[in-house]
């Protein structure tokens, strides 16, 4: 089933759609990065997946890379076609369709856009779903609703599927009244989106796990069958933005219990049949498995 020598041939098929190959040593990191994260091997990931029950991966290009695939490519021919897909990062004027051809043809599935790090005014996003439709790639965003709201139109009359990371930003202690939620609700309804459930510690306030449960409830209510579960390993980003980086200091990863966050998905799924969709048939479907 897989090009690694460390993943069962009978490993569940449960997939964790949001993951980061981290290689410098191997695949240095872009010199305009604004963090140094520590390593994250695809040995490190292959461990993560055996604690955590996971028998497929979505790696998905972090910024620390910028718009250079390899770390990624390499990391999805390590575990093979039965295990992992990819999604890229483009440069939308320069990366070449021939490029474009050849990571798909490696297992990418879709290529992001970060607002959250590169901001953007909405050009970015139309121009990667322009690049992407001819080869069948969703577009995932990184952003808060504000920015989704704001291009609504271009998501919702999108020809591929849109994917929003992290709760698209939405605030779990402000309950049914976060602003946007009611609107996101409105869009996962009618199917123009899929959501990833993933990175609660990157929602405002750092919301307690009862509201995150509780918001992950009310989206399973609104369209599981667009719902996707990611933990986000490994968890890079830890110090605050307000906090001055440096290149040579390591950006400590922030200390998640995978397994427990996990559990809280399965309880708010609210049936075995919904929990199975969320962790297999809905990413099988999406990215291709």
């Not at 098929?13 to 990191?29: A, G, K």
Request: glycine residues 8%; proline residues 7%.
């Amino acid at each position: 089933m897989s090009g690694s020598t460390n993943i069962p041939a009978d490993a569940p098929t449960i997939c964790d759609s949001h993951v980061h190959v981290l290689d410098p040593e191997r695949f240095p990191y872009a010199d305009d990065r604004t963090y140094t994260p520590a390593p994250a091997t695809v040995t490190d990931l292959e461990t993560f997946m055996q604690k955590t029950g996971v028998g497929r991966v979505v790696l998905v290009q972090p910024s620390v890379y910028g718009t250079d695939n390899s770390a990624l490519v390499d990391g999805l021919g390590k575990l093979g076609p039965g295990v992992a897909r990819g999604i890229a990062v483009i440069d939308t004027a320069r990366t070449s369709d021939a490029e474009l051809g050849s990571l798909r043809d490696h297992g990418v599935r879709g290529l992001r856009v970060n607002v959250a790090v590169h901001g953007d005014d909405g050009s970015a996003l139309a121009a990667c779903i322009d690049r992407a439709a001819p080869f069948g790639l969703a577009v995932e965003i990184y952003a808060g609703m504000p920015f989704v709201l704001a291009h609504r139109g271009i998501i919702e009359s999108s020809p591929v599927p849109v994917v929003l990371d992290h709760y698209a930003g939405v605030d779990p202690a402000a309950g049914n009244a976060a602003p946007g939620l009611s609107e996101l609700t409105e869009i996962l309804r009618a199917g123009h989106v899929w959501l990833k459930m993933s990175a609660p510690y990157r929602l405002p306030n750092r919301p307690a796990s009862g509201d995150v449960e509780a918001l992950s409830r009310r989206l399973v209510r609104a369209n599981v069958d667009r719902l996707l579960w990611a933990s986000d390993w490994p968890h890079t980003g830890r110090l605050p933005k307000e906090i001055t980086r440096t290149q040579d200091a390591i950006d400590p990863f922030f200390d998640v219990d995978d397994v427990s966050v996990l559990a809280a998905i399965r309880r708010a799924a609210g049936s075995d049949e919904n929990a199975h969709r969320i962790l297999v048939d809905n990413p099988a479907a999406l990215f291709g498995f």
